[in-house]
């Protein structure tokens, strides 16, 4: 037999070998494809309000503090800070951390992004959180200091919120607003948007928090449908969504394929009263109301069980939030309402409108259950449903008797509280002006000691349960749910998708 | 026939101003705006910070006011900014169009050759039992809804990638193919029900047709089955088939909202849905414009085409 001649070897080696390198090609890349049932309405840090617009802007943007997943405030840009008197913060900031144009962030851009906040042409909704700011020092490069016109206890839960992340100047300056500019120093900067349809996120190599991101890219896909959604994760068309839907989780949670993260969150389930409108501006009537309705029963229905009851704290903030157990109302007593009712001048009850939305947040199925229960004391309770637009409206004119709605509570009592219940607080559509909640709402918002704090917040818990200008019903879950391949994420209880930093994917 | 086009086009104007002028009034009835929208009820907001949002939101001046200020801009071909994003509204609603023309092309091609031949064979009467079995199709064509069969369809496909497109559309002009595919069971879901609703007017224009006098002389005259149906009937009995075509097509270009919704396609409809959600004043008002333009534009076409499929049919009424 003839021996192969040399060069035929040499030709199968150079093909061998070359397979062998085109199979060693650079890996893959490893992206995360998050599916959202909504378009980012504008990536802005300073001026958005909109959920969607946040779970964007938790990727591209840092902000001088952050909260971890127990909502403990934690370093971000600043590495760590110092409050001398309660006037007065100052902050020392990482060195080194870059803004996605390549420049180094310094104190400087710090000054500049909360002086942005606080200017009324900007009329950002990060102010109220940093409303009590009068001036913001340089001191030196890497340090700032802030200088408060009295004390503000959550000012540092306020910082952490995503309205006050730090930008660069330039870009502001050179594109009016950054509705569509990616001006931060995130994990993950903006390649390209198509609006309602695809955002891309690239990984910034050099992001300050060693070795992460893990991702190279992060997609954000808009797929209206809950339904849809699911289909996505189970197909492995997308990677991580976001449902809110109860309904669908529970199909979600009979899946193998799929893996669902739920825990109680920060937003809080309320039924709300006009405190100005009869009979609810008698408290008597307020309460009794609130010893009947049954908190559990409303989650088990309303949100397939999904969420936790809770008090005027979200029951997630554990440091702060009172037990349920322990405050009034804790469990309905029918009798009890009724005697109220009777000695407030109802003893055959009377009868009342709950307006309501189709929406998620608008609660109907709520309203539905609230009505039935209602029906024990012999109130009753007619359901108006609107649109949404219109719901709105009828908030924002007070147009109403009595509201389901869905509140964003906070981690840190006061960032909440004081906006909702004070008698001029910004958000108290309640119309409720009680001069011992005001009291304390002011105590709890400058008292610098702990224990003294947890003191009043707890007065105040019981307080507000008490005069009821709201029923606090429950804080629903939070929920995400995901392939099997995807590891390393963590929910936090405000919807942050700050954990997608430390995300891995697998294929 | 060139002055007919341009009396029509002309007709234009006098339509769009009565649009604008309903449009711009009505939207603000409703209760709701786009500030009261993005303050939400969460956001706090001082006294200076309102007038400053007043002022963004364009709600500081009189309505009439507002109404003259953005006619005076739109006649420059201003359309302004989004209230909900602060992107500009036009070359928004234009890069959806393309979108919104392929589905709306795709979906009437599967319904017409659907329909059609499906019209025709059962306005024969070959025999009793496929006439039955026509009739149930197109009543189940009819009745099944829109939403229903999207969602099912979208069900059925998630395990098969690259059917549904899940928000990543890919544009035809980048890959014809993908896009083509992702775009097939929309039309479908679109084109199944109007294709009962032209095989429906078909059959029963075909069946007025048939009984025709000129029918029976063709007949008579030894033209074969196939002449004497495509040929004659057909041509006389596709004219309310043009009507119901072009209605659906001015229809479906101002966007599937359903469709759209439950497939994630970022058409025009979608934009609509969600503008007058959010109370986006800019948006809806440009949108109505265009649908409006697209009517008009639409019924000429049908108009043209049935001068050139009917030559009884004279278009300009000048020179009897």
């Not at chain 1, 009329?123 to 409303?131: E, F, K, L, N, T």
């Not at chain 1, 825990?263 to 008597?284: C, E």
């Not at chain 2, 604008?20 to 009505?26: G, P, Y």
């Amino acid at each position: 037999m003839k021996r192969p001649s040399i060069m035929l070897i040499a030709l199968l080696a150079v093909t061998l070998f070359g397979a062998a390198g085109a199979f060693a090609a650079p890996a893959a890349q490893a992206v995360l494809t998050i599916g959202v049932d909504q378009e980012a309405v504008g990536i802005d840090p300073h001026i958005v309000t909109a959920f969607s617009s946040m779970r964007r802007i938790d990727l591209m943007y840092n902000r001088l503090v952050r909260l971890d997943d127990n909502f403990v405030v934690v370093p971000d840009l600043a590495e760590s800070w110092e409050v001398p008197n309660n006037v007065t913060y100052i902050f020392h900031l990482r060195k080194g951390v870059k803004f996605h144009n390549g420049r180094e962030l310094t104190a400087d851009d710090v000054q500049y992004s909360l002086q942005r906040i606080l200017d009324p042409k900007t009329a950002s909704p990060g102010r109220s959180y940093v409303s009590l700011i009068t001036s913001i020092d340089v001191v030196d490069r890497y340090t700032v200091k802030l200088n408060l016109s009295a004390p503000l206890a959550s000012l540092l839960d306020g910082l952490t919120s995503n309205n006050c992340s730090i930008v660069a100047k330039e870009a502001v300056e050179a594109n009016g607003n950054l509705q569509k500019t990616d001006a931060g120093t995130g994990p993950f900067m903006l390649q390209d948007w198509i609006p309602d349809n695809s955002m891309t996120l690239v990984k910034n190599a050099s992001y300050f928090e060693k070795g992460a991101p893990y991702l190279d890219k992060v997609i954000f896909r808009v797929i209206p449908e809950q339904a849809s959604l699911l289909a996505g994760v189970k197909s492995g068309d997308i990677d991580l969504a976001t449902i809110s839907d109860g309904a669908t989780i529970r199909q979600a949670s009979k899946d193998s394929k799929v893996v669902v993260m739920s825990k109680p969150g920060l937003n809080m389930r309320i039924f709300s009263f006009n405190t100005t409108k009869k009979p609810f501006d008698d408290v008597r009537v307020r309460q009794a109301l609130a010893m009947t309705l049954n908190r559990s029963e409303i989650l088990g229905i309303a949100e397939f069980g999904m969420g936790k009851p809770t008090g005027p704290v979200p029951v997630a903030a554990t440091q702060w939030a009172v037990p349920v157990a322990k405050l009034p109302y804790a469990s309905p007593d029918i009798a009890k309402a009724k005697k109220l009712l009777a000695e407030a001048g109802y003893p055959k009850g009377f009868s009342f409108k709950i307006t309501c939305s189709a929406t998620y947040e608008g609660g109907l199925a709520v309203a539905q259950v609230a009505q039935e229960e209602l029906k024990k004391i012999g109130v009753t309770a007619e359901l108006e449903v609107v649109e949404w637009g219109v719901y709105i409206d009828k908030w924002v004119k007070r147009d109403f008797e009595t509201m389901i709605e869905l509140r964003g509570g906070s981690g840190e009592p006061d960032r909440f509280l004081y906006r909702t219940f004070y008698s001029t607080g910004g958000v108290n559509n309640f119309l409720f002006k009680d001069a011992e909640v005001d009291k304390y709402l002011d105590l709890g918002r400058t008292q610098t000691v702990l224990a003294d704090r947890k003191a009043s917040y707890n007065k105040l818990q019981t307080l507000l349960t008490e005069k009821a200008p709201a029923i606090f019903l429950y804080c629903p879950n939070e929920n995400q749910v995901m392939g099997k391949q995807v590891s390393g994420f963590k929910l936090v209880g405000n919807g942050s998708l700050f954990y997608v930093t430390f995300t891995k994917v697998k294929r | 026939m060139f002055r007919y086009i341009v009396k029509r086009l002309l007709s234009l104007i006098p339509v769009l101003f009565g649009v604008s002028i309903i449009v711009f009034f009505l939207v603000r009835l409703i209760p709701g705006s786009a500030l009261e929208m993005y303050m939400g009820t969460q956001v706090e907001a001082t006294p200076e910070q309102m007038i400053e949002l007043q002022r963004i939101f364009g709600e500081d001046k009189p309505v009439p006011v507002l109404y003259v200020e953005w006619l005076g801009r739109i006649l420059q071909g201003d359309f302004g900014y989004s209230l909900r994003t602060g992107r500009p509204v036009l070359p928004d609603i234009l890069s959806r169009l393309p979108l919104s023309l392929e589905l709306t092309i795709l979906s009437l091609a599967l319904a017409l050759l659907i329909g059609i031949p499906q019209g025709i064979l059962s306005s024969l009467k070959r025999n009793p039992f496929s006439d039955v079995i026509n009739r149930v199709i197109g009543l189940l064509g009819l009745s099944l809804p829109q939403f229903w069969l999207a969602s099912l369809m979208v069900l059925a496909f998630a395990n098969f990638s690259g059917w549904i497109p899940m928000g990543n559309y890919i544009k035809f002009s980048v890959d014809p193919i993908r896009n083509l595919r992702m775009l097939l069971l929309p039309s479908l879901a679109i084109g199944i029900g109007l294709a009962a609703v032209i095989m429906r007017y078909t059959r029963n224009s075909m069946l007025e047709v048939l009984q025709m006098d000129y029918i029976r002389t063709a007949k008579a005259k030894g033209l074969t089955k196939r002449v004497v149906i495509l040929r004659h009937a057909l041509k006389n009995a596709i004219l309310p088939v043009i009507t119901v075509a072009g209605f659906n097509t001015g229809y479906l270009l101002g966007g599937a909202i359903v469709i759209e919704e439950v497939f994630a396609l970022p058409g025009m409809g979608r934009l609509a849905l969600y503008a007058i959600y959010q109370r986006d004043y800019p948006v809806i008002q440009a949108i109505v414009l265009m649908i409006a333009t697209i009517f008009v534009l639409v019924n000429l076409v049908t108009d043209l085409i049935y001068a050139m499929v009917d030559p009884r049919i004279r278009l300009d009424d000048g020179g009897r």
